[in-house]
């Protein structure tokens, strides 16, 4: 059975912290790995990961795929206040001519000023 | 702001009542989807639709019932719900089927007494 298992569950840092999130996964047909940031209800797009060992950048966020392994980093460098959220990975499979994502339960992170 | 809307944010309902959630995207987007986001459980699709035609059907039951009148356009009709059925209903829409990245609504927070 498919899988995305995200950890920690919840994390707890000050401002200035660095956090790494993890994300692992089992899925037949993968096909890529996405970040979402979810504040208060809608997520946003951080990242899609398809190839392993690129590391994609954002501001204080990056993050890395390793295909072989079966799991992928979220990193915040300074974190801030703002970077207070819910983040989920999501991994992208191909079945049956289509796509399915499936979600992980999320990784809640509260910075503390 | 995503350019995915929905209406209403919260919506509390009994059991035998019929209501109906409304999304629309003004992207230009062909795909949209249903999610239920349950209390510390992961994100789960429930219905996709590419170009107006209903493309995957998640195990959900016929209390609920999804209506796609255009591409920008996509409803959620509920009947006879259940209290476990309380949850938020996101819904997201993507350039195609195949397109990498999701845009989310705010969501529906529903409730059923």
């Known amino acids: 059975e498919d899988k995305v298992v995200q950890s920690p569950l919840s994390l707890v840092v000050h401002e200035g912290d660095t956090v790494t999130l993890n994300c692992s996964y089992e899925?037949?047909?993968?096909?890529?790995l996405l970040w979402y940031k979810q504040e208060k209800k809608a997520p946003t797009f951080l990242f899609m990961l398809t190839s392993s060992g690129i590391e994609k950048k954002s501001g204080r966020l990056s993050s890395i795929l390793d295909k072989k392994e079966l799991f992928s980093i979220l990193n915040i460098t300074a974190t801030q206040t703002g970077d207070s959220a819910v983040y989920l990975c999501?991994?992208?499979?191909?079945?049956?001519?289509?796509?399915?994502?499936?979600f992980g339960t999320g990784t809640r992170l509260k910075v503390l000023a | 702001e995503t350019g995915v809307t929905q209406t209403p944010r919260h919506l509390v309902m009994g059991m035998t009542n019929k209501k109906s959630l409304k999304c629309e995207q003004h992207?230009?987007?062909?795909?949209m989807y249903w999610y239920k986001q349950s209390a510390k459980k992961p994100l789960e699709l429930m219905f996709v639709y590419s170009l107006e035609e209903r493309v995957e059907n998640n195990s959900v039951p016929s209390r609920f019932s999804p209506e796609c009148p255009n591409s920008s356009h996509l409803f959620l009709h509920l009947h006879t719900l259940q209290p476990e059925d309380s949850a938020l209903y996101l819904c997201?829409?993507?350039?195609?089927?195949?397109?990498?990245?999701?845009?989310f609504g705010p969501g529906t927070r529903l409730t059923v007494l």
């Open positions: 999501a991994v992208r499979r191909h079945t049956s001519g289509t796509y399915k994502y499936i």
């Open positions: 997201a829409s993507s350039q195609d089927r195949t397109s990498g990245r999701e845009f």
């Open positions: 899925v037949t047909n993968f096909r890529s």
């Open positions: 992207l230009g987007h062909n795909a």
